[in-house]
Nanobody
Framework: QVQLVESGGGLVQPGGSLRLSCTTSGIIFSKTAMAWYRQAPGAQRDLVAQITSDSNTYYADSVKGQFTISRDNAKNTVYLQMNSLKPEDTAVYYC??????????WGKGTLVTVSS
């Protein structure tokens, strides 16, 4: 059974930083691409960043230079380091397995609120 568990969300002031974690089980993590999405209130779910099994990365234009995706294969965990946070970064952040034996998987999400 594939499980993705996000953590690290919370309330942060503008300009602050957070690191999200997504711990996985049920997949061969080291061979699996991973991604982070976010969904703001009333908006669609958008891709934020993706990392391949060999650690090549992709970022949405809106977060380039601000967010960093990384992975620790020994811990079966993918991270999203978010710096210089802005109110418009407020969203539920979801961990995603884009494709694993033809299936996509989602975590339940973690809420990030950027507000003073």
């Amino acid at each position: 059974q594939v499980q993705l568990v996000e953590s690290g969300g919370g309330l942060v002031q503008p300009g602050g930083s957070l690191r999200l974690s997504c711990t996985t089980s049920g997949i061969i993590f080291s061979k699996t691409a991973m991604a982070w999405y976010r969904q703001a209130p009333g908006a669609q779910r958008d891709l934020v960043a993706q990392i391949t099994s060999d650690s090549n990365t992709y970022y949405a234009d809106s977060v380039k230079g601000q967010f960093t995706i990384s992975r620790d294969n020994a811990k079966n965990t993918v991270y999203l380091q978010m710096n210089s946070l802005k109110p418009e970064d407020t969203a539920v952040y979801y961990c995603n397995v884009p494709s694993y034996f033809g299936m996509t998987y989602w975590g339940k999400g973690t809420l990030v609120t950027v507000s003073s």
